[in-house]
């Protein structure tokens, strides 16, 4: 499996509530960063994380780091049907924390 | 404006016939990487660059080459296409930050087919 996994692969709720998307990753890490891509365009940086950060926030985003469980979350609150995308965490590895792995994402749906 | 491009956008060739996919960027960026993006795959980074004439593999490297002669040039060359390359692909830059990879800035992509 890859190095970061997204939870789940897909979500459906209703404007005004909120969505959490999960991303878990196996080695240690550098940065954790997430981003939004509409469907088939380029993707959108939304939140860098460091590892000696806990949590971030961003506007309608938090982002929460644990390195200790190798896991972070991207909570989006009062949801709004523009946010509907893709999300994906990315984490930097390898020597010098040099390369970059995607996970699969997390296809947001937010209807009216 | 500060920004990613690529081209060409849309590309549709045959087996074999060698092709590139230009990427450039106007921020003075030290990295700069390619990825694939395929349904259900994510997006999976192909090669990467820590700044001039320094490259290196990502996790799917084969089939593809690259050069980094200038700093805001990072070409993808398919010297000999397989349909298996089919795909969407992304060119991205950014600065670095303790030498690793920071805020990544997307181009618009590229989509191939290769038939």
């Known amino acids: 499996s890859q190095q970061g996994e997204e939870d789940p692969q897909a979500l459906s709720i209703q404007e005004g509530e909120n969505a959490t998307m999960n991303c878990s990753y196996k080695?240690?890490?550098?940065?954790l960063q997430w981003y939004r891509q509409n469907s088939g365009r380029g993707l959108v940086h939304l939140i860098l994380?460091?590892?000696?950060?806990r949590e971030k926030h961003s506007g309608r985003l938090r982002v929460t780091l644990d390195t200790s469980k190798k896991s972070s979350s991207l909570l989006i609150t009062a949801s709004r049907a523009a946010d509907t995308a893709s999300y994906f965490c990315?984490?930097?590895?390898?020597?010098?924390?040099?390369?970059?792995?995607f996970g699969t994402g997390t296809r947001l749906l937010v209807s009216p | 404006e500060a920004q990613v491009t690529q081209n060409p956008r849309y590309l549709i060739t045959v087996t074999g016939k060698k092709l590139t996919v230009t990427c450039s960027q106007n921020?003075?960026?030290?990295?700069m990487s390619w990825y694939r993006q395929d349904p259900g795959l994510g997006l999976r980074q192909i090669y990467y660059?820590?700044?001039?004439?320094?490259?290196d593999k990502g996790d799917v490297p084969e089939g593809y080459k690259v050069s980094r002669k200038e700093k805001r040039n990072f070409p993808l060359i398919l010297e000999s296409p397989s349909p298996n390359q089919t795909s969407l692909y992304f060119c991205?830059?950014?600065?670095?930050?303790?030498?690793?990879?920071?805020?990544?800035?997307f181009g618009p992509g590229t989509r191939l087919t290769v038939l």
């Open positions: 991205a830059s950014s600065r670095t930050s303790g030498g690793a990879p920071d805020t990544q800035y």
């Open positions: 080695t240690s890490i550098n940065n």
């Open positions: 994380i460091r590892s000696n950060e």
């Open positions: 990315a984490t930097d590895v390898g020597t010098g924390f040099q390369k970059l792995v």
């Open positions: 921020m003075n960026h030290e990295y």
């Open positions: 660059s820590m700044n001039v004439e320094v490259t």
